[in-house]
């Protein structure tokens, strides 16, 4: 059974930081992209980021670009997701996924951004 675990949200203030953690269990992390998605109150869920099998090259949305960076560990099968000058339209439930397959999303993280 896929399981993804995300962790590490909280309450930040503008122009803060804060690095989210997702644990993977239950299939081969190092076979597969993982990507990261986001839900904000009353929306629907919007890409983020993905990342390759090796680490070696990720994508990012226009809106997170410069500002968010995606990494993975395939030796402790976790993916993180380092998130500077955050912003208040940040804010919003972070999920990480297998793929691009939002369905996989398990538990997700609170992030609010507010001064």
């Known amino acids: 059974e896929v399981q993804l675990q995300a962790s590490g949200g909280g309450l930040v203030q503008p122009g803060g930081s804060l690095r989210l953690s997702c644990a993977a269990s239950g299939f081969t992390f190092s076979n597969y992209t993982m990507s990261w998605f986001r839900q904000a109150p009353g929306a629907g869920p919007e890409w983020v980021s993905s990342?390759?099998?090796?680490?070696?090259?990720?994508a990012y949305a226009d809106s997170v670009k410069g500002r968010f960076t995606t990494s993975r560990d395939n030796a402790k099968n976790t993916l993180s997701l380092q998130m500077n000058n955050l912003k208040p339209e940040d804010t919003a439930v972070y999920y990480c996924?297998?793929?691009?397959?939002?369905?996989?999303r398990g538990q997700g993280t609170l992030v609010t951004v507010s001064s």
């Open positions: 996924t297998r793929q691009l397959d939002y369905k996989s």
């Open positions: 990342i390759n099998r090796g680490g070696g090259s990720a």
